[in-house]
């Protein structure tokens, strides 16, 4: 069956898993974690569960054998942020993608990471992408997190549209209820941590592989 072609005045990204290849930074924060609680044992599960779970706020004690959660959490996070200034790195085809996006639409960024605008832009920057954004919301400004609709409403008025007139793109699960929840168009990626069912079950207008395919599934 043939797949419908979407339209936008804005296109709102979410970052890792979306935008960026973070698998490596999130092994990384956990090996370090680890490293410095320096006790206990950890599911074989856990590399990829721990923030598949965290983006949708869902408890993590049950990965934990001997370990205080709150404790490793505090220490895994702080990691992970440390590990995105070296570990993560675009993925296949993102700056032709961008560019050709931004030919159709304005671009954003949403994303969950607790840290301030400016350090994602120093991200996106090192690797020439930082250009195609006109704005950058994260955990840090006064919005509530994904699946609140809080943080796409904000970008849509700072950028002057309405919601409707929007697509939001990402690889989880809370990317989507997000979008659904401020009247969206969206579209879910399995370039991420969630699998095809698990981003199925959201309705999603769209499923693709990797964002570089959106470009022709635009008017």
Known sequence: MRKPK?????????????????????????????????KG???????????????????IEDLMEGIDAQSFLKTYLEAYYRATATKTKPLPNIPNTLSRLSKKAKLA??????????????????????????QVITALDP???KPSPEALIECTRRLGV???????VGDSVVDIRAGKNAGAQTVAV????????????????LILESVSELPDFLE
């Open 41 to 59: 044992k950890i599911h074989s599960r856990a590399g990829m569960e721990i923030p598949k779970r965290l983006e949708q706020g869902l408890p």
């Open 143 to 145: 919005c509530r997190p």
């Open 162 to 168: 309405e919601t409707h007139e929007c697509i939001i």
């Open 109 to 134: 960024v949403i994303t969950m990471r607790h840290v301030p605008g400016r350090e994602v832009l120093e991200e996106l920057e090192r690797f020439g992408l930082a250009k195609y954004f006109q």
């Open 190 to 205: 399995l370039s991420g941590i969630f699998s095809r069912e698990e981003l199925e079950t959201e309705k999603p207008d």
């Open 6 to 38: 979407l339209h936008a005045k804005v296109i709102v990204l979410d970052l890792d898993g979306t935008i960026m290849d973070s698998k490596e930074a999130y092994f990384e924060a956990l090996t370090t974690a680890l490293r410095i609680i320096g």
